[in-house]
Nanobody, 116 residues
Framework: QVQLVESGGGLVQAGGSLRLSCAAS????????MGWYRQAPGKQRELVAA????????NYADFVKGRFTISRDNDKNTVYLQMNSLKPEDTAVYYC?????????WGKGTLVTVSS
């Protein structure tokens, strides 16, 4: 079992920045990939960014390229999402995601609200 706990969400003005954190209950070295998804009201959950935890290969959705950066700290068992140049359309609940031994795990989410 892997528990994922997100933090760092909140209210920010357009153009501002936030950093989300996702702390895992197990060593992130044992997790194949971790990432962030988001779900806006009335919309499907969508991938924002992902990172493999042993080799830092990253993958970003087109709508965040150049604005968001995903990183991981295996010593702290934590994955981060640095979000810059935020837009109102980035408003959503952001969920941490992990894949380990073929099992998928989700955090409970953290709300990000970007005001115009």
């Amino acid at each position: 079992q892997v528990q994922l706990v997100e933090s760092g969400g909140g209210l920010v003005q357009a153009g501002g920045s936030l950093r989300l954190s996702c702390a895992a209950s197990v060593s992130t070295v044992s997790i194949y990939t971790m990432g962030w998804y988001r779900q806006a009201p009335g919309k499907q959950r969508e991938l924002v960014a992902a990172i493999t935890t042993q080799y830092p290969n990253t993958n970003y959705a087109d709508f965040v390229k150049g604005r968001f950066t995903i990183s991981r700290d295996n010593d702290k068992n934590t994955v981060y999402l640095q979000m810059n140049s935020l837009k109102p359309e980035d408003t959503a609940v952001y969920y941490c995601h992990a894949v380990r031994d073929g099992m998928i795990y989700w955090g409970k989410g953290t709300l990000v609200t970007v005001s115009s």
